[in-house]
C-alpha cells in the first residue's frame, strides 16, 4: 500500500514538473520527437526492403529444361534428385505440350503459329520449374540440377538475381544499423537535455537528502518525468507514422517504381511501427532520466 502511495505520489511530482519546467520540457521532447522522426523512417524503410527482399526470393524460381530424347527413367531419377536436394522447396513439371498450350493462352499469333505443330514437330522441351529455400544459395543449386542426366539447360536469371538480393540484404543492414545508432544518440541527446532541469532542480534533491529521503525516492518521479517526455515527443513521429505511410501507400498504390518492390500493407504495420515507436520514446526519456539525476544523488 505504501509503494503504491509513493508511486502514485511521484507521478503527481513528475506530471507537475514537466508543467512548472515547460520550457526546458519543451526542449527535451521536441529532442525526442525529432529523433523518433528519424528512427521511425529508418524502421519504416528496413522493414519494407525486408519486404522486398521477400517477395523477390519468393518469385525466383529455377526453370530447368529436359532434352528432347529425355526418357521416363531419367525424368524419375531427375525428380528423385529434386527431392532429396535441400534447397528444393517444390517443383512443377510442365510436358512440351503444357508448354505449348500455355503459350497458345498469352498470345492469339503464337496460337495460330503453334497450332501447326504437333507432338512429333513441338520443338519446346518439358521443363521443371523449381523454387529454392534459400536463394543466396541458387547458384550452387542451379549448377548441381545442370548437371544432371537428361537436363538440357538451366535459367534462372544468373547474376542479376544474387546481385539484387544482396544490395536489398546490405541496405536492411544499414538502416538496422542507423536505427540503432539513432536510439544510442537520443539517449545522450535526452541526458544533456534532462541534465538541465535537473541542475535547476539540486537544491530540491538536496532538500530531499537532508531530511532522509532514499535515492529510488528521489529517483522515481525524475524517472517517471523521463517516461512521461518520452511518450509525448512519441505523438508525432506516430502521428508521421500512420499518417504519412498511410498517405504515400494509396498514392502509390502499394507499389514502388516496379510491380517487383511491393509496400508493406499499412494495417497492422503501422500500428506495430507506432508501438515501437512509443516503447522506444519511453524507454530513452526513462533511461535519459536516470542517468542524469544519478549523479545529484551521490551528493
Known sequence: MKSCRTFVRSFRDAFRSVIRNFSLSLASITCIAIT???????LLMSDN???????????VTVVAFLDSDVTNEKRDNFEMFLKKNSNVELFDYKSKADVKEDMQKENETFSSI???????????????????????????TAKDIE??????SVQYGEGLVEKLVGVFDAIEKITFCAAIALIIVTVFLIINTIKLTIFSRKREIGIMRLVGASNSRIKLPFV??????????????ILIVVLGYTTMYDYFGGILFSPVIKLITPMPFVVNTSIIILLIGMIVGMLGSSRAVRRYIKV
Open 114 to 140: 503453334l497450332a501447326e505443330w504437333d507432338d512429333a514437330n513441338n520443338p519446346l522441351k518439358d521443363t521443371y520449374t523449381i523454387k529454392v529455400h534459400d536463394v543466396k544459395k541458387i547458384g550452387n
Open 36 to 42: 523518433l522522426i528519424i528512427i521511425a523512417a529508418a
Open 224 to 237: 517517471i518525468e523521463g517516461i512521461i517526455l518520452g511518450m509525448i515527443g512519441s505523438i508525432i513521429p
Open 147 to 152: 548437371k544432371q542426366d537428361g537436363v538440357n
Open 49 to 59: 526492403v525486408k519486404n522486398f527482399t521477400d517477395e523477390i526470393e519468393k518469385d
